[in-house]
């Protein structure tokens, strides 16, 4: 006779995830993720809210940012996981709590993409090529659905490559503030003015802290490619703080470069201040600044993706206690 049948038997454990993460890569995850659009447009709205010195409220932010990392390193080197903030809910508040953020996270997550998605057909595209935005956006997700299907190595292959050409795009409008100034044209005293006719020095460093802040923001993105990581016990706090700090170093910067090349106002006034610095050093095309930008939405498309494939499997019941029936 045939044994009967048996409930609730154990199914085989899903195949672990491939450690493909070094510690450089995951560097450049973290960096392409933190170098995202922002910086491009905060400027000029930290300027109005701090004065020239967009440099103090740069650096601020990231002592801010530097303190909650801290907090994520400790986290991801007792729990290297998939799954992230979730899973780090549910063992602190339990399954509901745990649902609750990985779902927020996760709908954040989507919504990023589409915008992303739509913006890179938008304006940017529109400076090389008239395309219908509902064509290229659907194109545009499914070469990022396909390379992020190809495995993580290649996804962050190619992060690495939009990572370098993001912090270009920001080494030039450094070299061109630079150049501004060795011309004789810029004008150093602005980097001292911190403070707007309605606050005092304090508030306005506050007040731009808080908006720089979110030029910082994705590196807690990371934390869902943990157990793709080798020796993430090793390898994410030495990444996590080697990419802020050069963040922090490329934005405070950056800061310098716009406040001594172009007058505040005119920075407060722009939706592309870094813009105003390149028209200000003249001789360098706009277009290439264009190109630069699709490359980050491109970059931050990719990141989120991966981020959010992640964070769902990581949100799957826990892989031992999965049964069958």
Not at 129 to 147: D, G, I, K
Request: glycine share 12%.
């Amino acid at each position: 006779m045939n044994p009967p049948p048996v409930k609730n038997r154990p199914a085989d454990p899903p195949a672990p995830l491939k450690r493909a993460l070094t510690t450089p890569l995951l560097y450049f995850f973290i960096l392409g993720d933190v170098l995202g659009a922002g910086v491009y447009v905060l400027v000029g709205q930290i300027a109005a809210e701090s004065g020239g010195a967009v440099w103090a409220p740069l650096l601020a932010a990231l002592c801010l940012a530097l303190l909650t990392a801290a907090s994520y390193a400790e986290l991801v080197t007792k729990y290297p996981r998939a799954g992230g903030a979730s899973h780090y809910a549910t063992l602190a508040c339990g399954p509901f709590f745990g649902f609750l953020a990985g779902f927020c996270m996760l709908a954040a997550g989507v919504v990023s993409v589409a915008a992303l998605a739509r913006g890179f057909g938008g304006d940017y595209l529109s400076e090389f090529v008239s395309l219908p935005v509902v064509l290229v956006t659907v194109v545009f997700l499914t070469a990022l659905a396909l390379l992020n299907a190809r495995g993580i190595s290649e996804s962050t292959r190619a992060n690495v490559v939009a990572t370098v050409i993001e912090v270009g795009g920001l080494l030039v409008v450094i070299a061109l503030g630079a150049w501004i100034v060795l011309r004789g044209d810029g004008d150093t005293g602005r980097l001292t003015e911190l403070g707007t006719p309605a606050k005092g020095p304090v508030a306005a460093l506050l007040g731009g802290a808080v908006l720089a802040y979110y030029s910082f923001v994705g590196f807690e993105t990371s934390v869902n490619v943990a157990e793709e990581t080798r020796d993430p016990r090793r390898s994410y706090p030495r990444a996590l703080f080697g990419a802020l700090l050069t963040a922090g170093a490329v934005y405070a910067l950056v800061g310098v470069a716009a406040t001594v090349a172009v007058p505040t106002a005119t920075l407060t006034e722009s939706s592309g201040p870094l813009l105003e610095v390149v028209r200000a050093a003249g001789g360098v095309p706009t277009e290439l600044f264009g190109a630069i930008a699709l490359v980050a939405v491109a970059n931050g498309a990719l990141l989120t993706g991966i981020m959010s494939s992640r964070l769902a499997y990581g949100m799957a019941p826990p892989r031992s206690t999965v049964m069958s029936g």
